[in-house]
């Protein structure tokens, strides 16, 4: 039933009024209940999101854990693989020679002038092509080796020195 129009300054009879208090009072209602019924739905997509942002921010929590770890361990790796030598600690080697910690193989020439190439593992990594006599222009390499590694030469004269890496603990022996 609609709300029942009465002019200003008019009588209206008791059931006109009462009319128009119970049309007022259903749609006051109505519209309580819309209001609540929405405001249920707002705050279950509320609750939704706030679980759907605290599930990220929970897995955004765990990446950035799992990247700082990453990150401490490409440090202990960079920290540990010192590529200093350690001058004060090197010893003249012969060939060939098995390499007891991580280092540099130093490999000059002596006074024969004709090729003599330098083996890593069997692997050639470095040819001495000779000097001048006159000049005394000798031909010398300095490469990185590692612990196991085995040099080798194809002629046996030659002035080789072997260099750990700083930090080394493993003890040199001639």
């Known amino acids: 039933m609609p709300l029942t129009h009465i002019e200003y300054g008019s009588l209206a009879s008791s059931s006109v009024m009462n009319d128009n208090f119970d049309y007022l ?7 309580a209940n819309n209001l609540i019924s929405n405001s249920s739905g707002i705050y279950s997509n509320l609750s939704g999101l706030n679980s759907s942002f605290t599930e990220q921010t929970a897995a955004l929590a765990s990446d950035i854990g799992d990247l700082a770890e990453e990150i401490d361990d490409i440090k202990s790796i960079i920290e540990s693989h010192n590529t200093a030598p350690d001058y004060s ?3 003249a080697i012969t060939m060939p ?12 020439s002596d006074s024969e ?15 001495h092509c000779g000097f001048y006599y006159a000049y ?4 010398a390499s300095v490469f990185r ?4 590694d085995v040099v080798s030469v194809n002629k046996e004269s030659g002035l080789y020195y072997f260099y ?11």
């Open 136 to 139: 005394t222009l000798y031909s």
């Open 164 to 174: 750990p890496m700083k930090g080394e603990s493993v003890c040199i022996t001639e």
């Open 89 to 91: 600690r090197g010893i």
């Open 145 to 148: 080796v590692s612990a196991g």
């Open 25 to 31: 009072d259903n749609r006051i209602t109505t519209v």
């Open 113 to 127: 002038n004709t090729a003599r190439y330098v083996f890593v593992n069997e692997k050639p990594v470095h040819c």
């Open 97 to 108: 020679y098995t390499v007891e910690a991580d280092g540099y193989v130093y490999a000059g």
